[in-house]
């Protein structure tokens, strides 16, 4: 038994040596179906961290008048706090307004001198309402517009939620079209596995039917194609996965400057998840493979 | 040993390549097999050892019933029957020895017994001294004789040879019908299917005649009557 088990891996490893320039092409469209499913991963990734990180910006400012006495504003934030749509308010002082100015400009020498020769604090105090859910936001507008009261200055109902929108729609887009790749990929992928397990068998065509005169089992006789199919996707999924790390390391720092403060960091995803995305990658790749060597085999074995 | 009854073979469209054939082998007989081109000799050789089913009829090896063998089951059958054609069926990148040790491999034999078993086969068809040649540096008697050698390794009870000289001259192909009747003084039965009138003469064994897949003759000390 473990005998037979040493042959047919050495008989699997044959398969995979002797067609060598074969081999290296089902290798090869098993690294682009996997990248490419991989791709489609980080995109999903991205668009995520970029819709979640929206949906957190996605709040109305309610400016109010210098000098208001405290307890108003705190009246205020209270009622405002009641409302059907909203999540939390938070009451930003004159001061602490200054402050998170002062540090969103640190590297901008003009505007803070231009601050200090003003010799009161400019900044007004701000509630920031922040929605129960981004997609609602409609209606908390309307909500704050009804409320009236003498110490608010200003509403600034900047529109995240347009911008919001925009970018589900592009992810989704993006998410469609990486899908539809994959997919393609993926045939591609099953097409050439048969048939590459199609030519192995040719290739030996000699040796099964030795195999078969002689009274070689069947098992013994289809094992060692569908043990190689196994050889092309480890290899498929270790080489991909070494080249879409080589590819993150370089795409990394263009999506940290164009992704400013979103804190998109693919790298350490990668770093925290390789075992199960290589894992399940194997496991997916794996079973397709051994579907389609096992039709293949099933067909051309019988010479 | 070997019972066909009644045994009839069609291949789509038309052809029928045995019809109602009963034959019976007994242990230890040297059985030549006659006829034209096209009667069906081939066809009982591939009823025997699996490889085509009888569409009527039985056929017996010992007292296994193979007419509805199942894959399953056909490895075992080919244990106990060992071939020989008439293009040997070798491998050309292994040695005569490496072939005949392949045969063992494939079915799980230990290197250990592999190792006893090639050399004593080898000996047997007298390829000692040629078993770590390639098979395009040996004769084509000597590699007929590796295929012989490849088909005793599990030492069947019935070793069936299809044309085994067919490609060779008439030296080459005395010493393998010498080899042949070697091994069936050895005890094993065997089935020599062939075309060859001298032959079949020399030899003064039973000789059975086909023609159109019926039997036509079967002689105990037999001439090539066809
Ligand atoms: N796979 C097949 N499909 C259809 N017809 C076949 C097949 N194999 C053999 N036949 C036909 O069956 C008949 C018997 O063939 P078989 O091979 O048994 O003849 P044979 O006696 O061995 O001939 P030969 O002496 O030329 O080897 C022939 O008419 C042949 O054409
Ligand atoms: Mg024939």
Sequence with gaps: ?303 | MIRFINASKFYPPQTKALDNLSLHIYPGEFVSIVGQSGSGKTTIVKCLIGEEKLDEGRVIVGDWDITHISNREIPYLRRQIGVIFQDFKLLPKKTLAENVAFALQVCGKSPKKIKAIVPSVMKIVGLTEQMNRYPNEVSGGEQQRAAIARALVYQPKILVADEPTGNLDSINAEEIVNLLLKINDLGTTVILVTHNREIVNNLNRRVISISDGRLVNDQARGKYII
């Design chain 1, 1 to 303: 038994m473990f005998l037979s088990l040493a042959r047919i891996i050495k008989f699997g490893f044959q398969d995979v040596w002797r067609n060598f320039w074969l081999s290296l092409a089902t290798i090869m469209i098993l690294v682009l179906t996997l990248f490419s499913v991989d791709l489609l991963l980080a995109l999903r990734i991205i668009g995520q961290a970029a819709v979640d990180n929206l949906k957190n910006r996605v709040d109305v400012s309610i400016y109010l008048k210098q000098g208001v006495p405290e307890d108003k504003i705190l009246n205020l934030k209270a009622r405002l706090a009641n409302l059907n749509n909203v999540q939390e308010v938070n009451y930003i002082s004159q001061s602490a307004a200054l402050e998170s100015f002062q540090r969103r400009h640190q590297s901008d020498p003009e505007i803070l001198q231009a601050l200090q020769e003003l010799d009161q604090n400019p900044l007004a105090p701000t509630l920031t309402v922040k929605p129960k859910d981004p997609d609602h936001y409609e209606e908390l507008i309307e909500e704050l517009d009804q409320i009236e009261d003498p110490i608010i200055e200003s509403r600034n109902f900047q529109d995240n939620k347009k911008l919001l929108d925009k970018i589900n729609y592009i992810t989704d887009k993006i998410n469609d079209v990486a899908i539809i790749i994959s997919s393609i990929f993926l045939l591609i992928m099953i097409l050439v596995m048969f048939n590459s397990v199609r030519l192995a068998i040719y290739s030996h065509r000699q040796e099964i039917v030795i195999m078969k005169l002689v009274g070689a089992s069947n098992a013994f006789i289809k094992a060692p194609f569908l043990f190689s199919s196994l050889i092309y996707t480890l290899v498929g999924v270790v080489l991909t996965a070494v080249i879409f790390y080589a590819f993150l390391t370089v795409l990394q720092p263009y999506l940290d400057t164009f992704f400013f403060g979103y804190n998109i960091d693919l790298i350490t995803y990668f770093n925290s998840h390789w075992l199960q995305i290589i894992g399940l990658q194997f496991a997916g790749a794996a079973m397709v493979n051994l579907l389609a060597s096992y039709i293949a085999v099933g067909k051309y074995s019988k010479i």
